[in-house]
């Protein structure tokens, strides 16, 4: 079973129903016990930074992340979900992450060209600097959509990147710990087979 931890933040109608739609079993949860005995995990998360972290301390659930990353089980952030798998964002202020992936959250506003829209919104592009299980089933320059603000630096885990001037990071990975900037769950058919790859991998 795969649990996606409900902790008040993240499109989980749309997560849920992608999971279903290529046959995972899959339930949306803030229950402690369903996360420790699930077979893999998803972050999911929208919003600020600063205020997921906060719940992710205040429902104790940031714990039971990191403890099930630790015992080795495979977990993936989405969006939001991936940068909270970092040290710190640097979004209005400092704050700090669940530092499972050594780096960085800080804003594109600044880093692209100053005529570029920010937030970063749509497809772009997925380019692949090391093979990696999770982009099994893609080839490079696959789309995916982006909806984001913010980006992932100082990560030498990078397994994915985008171009938006620059290259931003795409997804991350060390070891069982995986995250994606981008959302699967709103690519389409390159959204699925992601999906796909990461309940396929064994445990």
Not at 37 to 55: C, H, M, Q, S, T
Not at 60 to 80: E, F, N, P
Request: a neutral charge; one cysteine or more; charged letters at 25%.
């Amino acid at each position: 079973m795969i649990a996606i931890v409900d902790y008040g933040v993240g499109n989980l109608f749309s997560l849920c129903s992608s999971f279903k739609k290529i046959g995972a079993d899959v339930t949306v949860t803030s229950e402690k016990s369903v996360i420790e005995n699930a077979r893999k995990i998803i972050l999911p998360g929208v919003g600020a930074f600063e205020d997921a972290a906060k719940k992710l301390r205040e429902t104790g659930l940031g714990d039971v992340v990191k403890a099930q990353a630790k015992s080795g089980k495979y977990m993936m952030g989405i969006c939001l979900g991936m940068q909270l798998l970092l040290d710190k964002s640097f979004e209005y202020g400092c704050h700090e992450g669940l530092g499972l992936i050594a780096g960085n959250v800080t804003p594109i506003k600044g880093y692209v060209a100053p005529d570029l829209k920010i937030p970063h919104i749509g497809w772009n592009g997925l380019h692949f600097p090391k093979e990696h299980f999770l982009f099994k089933y893609l080839k490079e320059g696959d789309h995916a959509y982006f909806v984001h603000s913010y980006h992932a630096t100082d990560c030498q885990d990078v397994i994915a990147t985008t171009e938006y001037d620059k290259e931003l990071t795409a997804a991350i990975g060390k070891d069982n710990v995986l995250g994606c900037q981008f959302h699967p769950e709103k690519s389409g058919e390159v959204g699925l087979r992601i999906l796909r790859a990461f309940i396929e991998q064994k445990d």
